[in-house]
């Protein structure tokens, strides 16, 4: 069965700093990636996402994540973080046939302070 | 469009009691999940329904079952409740399994249960 894990369990960062959240992944075969937001308040919403092609992937929001095969890592980073970023991130995978069961990582809280 | 919509988004249950929960899917979605969040085990998932059929299952006890009915709305039901079924459930609802876009899920807000 697969796993995910998210290194940083709680981050808090100046407006401007900027972002590398952690998340590695173990499975053998072919997997899908994700990273899902969740804003105080809101719903879980996808940030983005990794099927194939070019490992660099960008998202909403100035988001973006590198996929590094050799290291079953899916990174996420944002070069100048807003106030407005504060959220819980996930990590995520499926498996390539799967369907649309995710495996999740236990989440990154991350605080911005002005 | 309409989004993923749960009901009830909150509901106090006993011991030993039942609960059945229910969501509607964003028009056009055929698959849908469940997924269970706490604060101790974080997001797992349940089971995922398309064309009314469960297409995957997560490792929780019979007790926790679900169904899709023909407009792809979808109910999960957890039957002699404990204390800790207290959860926060996610409903998500997202295109055909075969579109090559799995993964993509459109979350609901939730229904929150508290096992009293």
């Known amino acids: 069965a697969q796993s995910v894990s998210q290194h940083n369990h709680h981050v808090i960062l100046s407006e401007a700093a900027s972002l590398e959240l952690g998340c590695n992944y173990s499975?053998?075969?072919?997997?899908?990636l994700f990273w899902y937001v969740q804003y105080p308040g809101q719903h879980l919403q996808l940030l983005l996402k990794?099927?194939?092609?070019?490992?660099l992937v960008k998202g909403i929001k100035g988001f973006e994540a590198e996929f590094i095969k050799s290291k079953f890592s899916f990174n996420l980073r944002k070069p100048s973080v807003q106030w407005s970023d504060t959220a819980e991130y996930f990590c995520?995978?499926?498996?390539?046939?799967?369907?649309?069961?995710?495996?999740f990582g236990t989440g990154t809280q991350l605080k911005v302070e002005l | 469009k309409a989004g993923v919509t749960q009901t009830p988004r909150y509901l106090i249950k006993t011991r030993g009691q039942q609960v059945t929960l229910s969501c509607s899917p964003i028009?056009?979605?055929?698959?849908v999940s469940w997924y269970q969040q706490t604060p101790g085990q974080g997001l797992q998932f349940l089971f995922e329904?398309?064309?009314?059929?469960?297409?995957n299952k997560g490792n929780f006890p019979g007790r926790f079952s679900g169904r899709q009915f023909s407009n792809s709305r979808s109910e999960m039901n957890v039957s002699t409740l404990e204390l800790g079924d207290s959860a926060l459930y996610l409903c998500?609802?997202?295109?055909?399994?075969?579109?090559?876009?799995?993964?993509?899920?459109?979350f609901g807000e939730g229904s929150r249960l508290t096992v009293l």
């Open positions: 329904y398309f064309s009314e059929t469960q297409r």
């Open positions: 998500a609802s997202s295109l055909e399994p075969g579109t090559g876009l799995t993964g993509e899920l459109f």
């Open positions: 499975y053998g075969g072919t997997v899908n």
């Open positions: 990794y099927f194939s092609g070019d490992p």
């Open positions: 028009s056009g979605h055929r698959s």
């Open positions: 995520a995978v499926n498996v390539v046939g799967g369907g649309n069961k995710l495996t």
